[in-house]
């Protein structure tokens, strides 16, 4: 038996118990037991050369032998990778995938298309696009903290606001429509096209509707390349779509929701993803 845990927040196990609860009602199937942890009640430490995590009055000197990632906490991950941990996702796909700047630098990098932004700018007043612009803060999921702003005026109230972590970009031609892809591993589970009518924002938690979604050929190639940059285990990647159809890089939803995809599929996602787990911890 393969001992687990699952990391939350407080806040977003409220808003996902129904799926938390179902890694630790199936694990036992996959031979694994998986226990809840929250991470206000952790504390990473050292002594004498030696890591441990303080969880309440629990001191881990040994670490479980998996970890599933939901809390998007790249520390807490980080400390159990170094302990001997096996995370999903990894403390560097959590790192990157939850910062907005840091993914558009790695994806353009790796010649990843995506609509002109900026971030990590200090004069925020000579930024040198057009509005409307689209604001973003850089740690933001969810369609949360996403604006459209009009106004020089608008920006230096959200660059105040948000303390400057933010990055803008250019309005897509096409807004109110996006394209996630599911990905376990280097597989493509599914994708659903995502719309909205009345917002720019397509986000199914924010009142979009939701279809399946078959990927091209070339589309798929496209969402290939994205997996070939990282070594994820389970994340939505999100595209925009210009004028011609043509995919946009958006970002990368590390603890991605799995609502559109319960909606539009007939799969048992946790059931796949533990297997996934399962067969990656006997390598």
Known sequence: MKNGIILYTREDYKKNQWFAERFIEEAPSQGMDIRLIFTDLIALGSENGRLFIQYGSERWDTPPDFAINRSRNSGIARQLELMGCRVFNSSVVTDVCNDKGKTHQLMNAHGIRSVKTLYGLSDWENHGMEYPLILKTLSGHGGNEVHKVDSQEQLSAFVAAYDGQILIQEMCQN??????AFCLGSEIIACVKRQSKDSFKSNYSLGGKAEAY???????QLVMSV???????????????DENGEFL????????????LYQNYEMNIVEIYLSY????LVK
């Open 227 to 241: 997996l070939s940059i990282m070594e994820f285990d389970f994340v939505g990647i999100d595209f925009l779509v």
């Open 214 to 220: 078959s990927l091209s050929e070339r589309e798929c």
């Open 249 to 260: 890089f958006n970002e990368i939803e590390d603890a991605v929701g799995t609502r559109t």
């Open 277 to 280: 787990i399962r067969n990656n």
């Open 175 to 180: 807004p109110g429509t996006d394209i996630r």
